[in-house]
């Protein structure tokens, strides 16, 4: 037997390759995108630096939710690798908004809490959608864990922006905006290394002899 063929035996969850999942990816990849772009915006005009880090997510899990999508079918050991890049994604974006929150410590500018409240809450509302599709699916191979984990982080993201909305209001300070976001970013890097420790066991799975 060939060698993708001997990957293709260690296969031990079956999930990734139903209808159902190719459908929740496929809505899970247009919301994220979508919403993303419309909060980096969102980011931008109201000053969050919450905001931002939240619409990055978005647009990461889309494009890794749509890497997931494209690995279906594939042997255990491309899964694997294709989970292992989406770990070390999600770990670059972990470090990109924490560089970017200590910038804005020295560079301090009020957020518009009212636009990070309304934005903040659709995106919860986007997010939990999104893992609700993907609730069924959350167990399996690295590949499958990486997908519903980038969506678990952006509910609880999401949940975290309206927290700190309302005390950016409430304190009139940009602090805990700043905070959030550095919440936001230690999910990222935790995320990430779960995500690289479950594509590392699977490529040592594959790897053994049939």
């Known amino acids: 037997m060939s060698g993708d063929d001997d ?13 159902a999942y190719q459908r929740a ?10 919403y993303g772009l419309a909060e980096i915006v969102a980011g931008f005009v109201s000053g ?4 931002k880090a939240d619409a990055l997510d978005f647009l990461g899990d889309g494009t890794i939710t749509l890497l997931g999508l494209l690995a279906i079918g594939w042997s255990l050991i491309w899964r694997a690798r294709s989970a292992l890049l989406q770990g070390i994604f999600l770990g670059l974006l972990g470090l990109g908004v924490l560089v970017t929150s200590v910038y804005r410590v020295f560079v301090l500018q009020q957020p518009e809490a009212d ?5 903040g809450g659709i995106a919860l509302a986007v997010n939990v959608v999104s893992a609700w599709v993907l609730l069924p699916h959350r167990s399996g191979d690295a590949n499958v864990r990486a997908v519903w984990l980038f969506s678990r982080n952006d509910a609880i993201g999401n949940a975290a922006v309206i927290i700190a909305a309302g005390l950016v209001a409430w304190t ?12 936001i970013a230690g999910l990222f890097l935790q995320s990430s290394w779960a995500i690289i420790k479950d594509a590392r066991r699977d490529l040592k799975v594959a790897q053994l002899p049939a």
Not at 9 to 15: A, E, F, P, R, V
Not at 115 to 119: E, N
Request: proline share 7%; no cysteine.
């Open 7 to 19: 990957d293709d035996n260690k296969i031990q969850d079956y999930s990734h390759v139903t209808p």
């Open 172 to 183: 009139a300070t940009p602090w805990p905006d700043l905070v959030v976001a550095g919440v």
């Open 48 to 51: 969050s630096q919450a905001l």
């Open 115 to 119: 636009i990070m409240g309304v934005f």
């Open 25 to 34: 990816l496929w809505i899970v990849v247009v919301l994220n995108v979508g």
